[in-house]
Nanobody, 117 residues
Framework: QVQLVESGGGLVQAGDSLRLSCAAS????????MGWFRQAPGKVREFVAA??????NYADSVKGRFTISRDNAKNMVYLQMNSLKPEDTAVYYC????????????WGQGTQVTVSS
């Protein structure tokens, strides 16, 4: 079982940066693939970025602007978001899945990111 707690959301202006953090419980954190999803009002939840033992991958909409990283010693995952746009406004969720499991199994409660134009 993994518990995830996000933080770092807020209200910013277009072009600004934010760093989201996700604190994970559990002693086997390094064996989990970690990801970030987001959900805007009236839209379905969408993939943003993920990181595992092979490195990171990103949605096309954030590639070059967002960077996902992890600190296994601290059980933390981060999402550095630069050059934010109003269309990045959403609730951002941290998620985790075990090795060999295709679907993400554990989700945080989400943190709101609002980008004003």
């Amino acid at each position: 079982q993994v518990q995830l707690v996000e933080s770092g959301g807020g209200l910013v202006q277009a072009g600004d940066s934010l760093r989201l953090s996700c604190a994970a419980s559990g002693r086997t954190f390094s064996s989990y693939a970690m990801g970030w999803f987001r959900q805007a009002p009236g839209k379905v939840r969408e993939f943003v970025a993920a990181i595992n033992w092979n490195g990171g991958n990103y949605a096309d909409s954030v590639k070059g602007r967002f960077t996902i990283s992890r600190d296994n010693a601290k059980n933390m995952v981060y999402l550095q978001m630069n050059s934010l746009k109003p269309e990045d406004t959403a609730v951002y969720y941290c998620t985790a899945r075990r090795l060999g499991v295709k679907e993400y199994e554990y989700w945080g409660q989400g943190t709101q990111v609002t980008v004003s134009s």
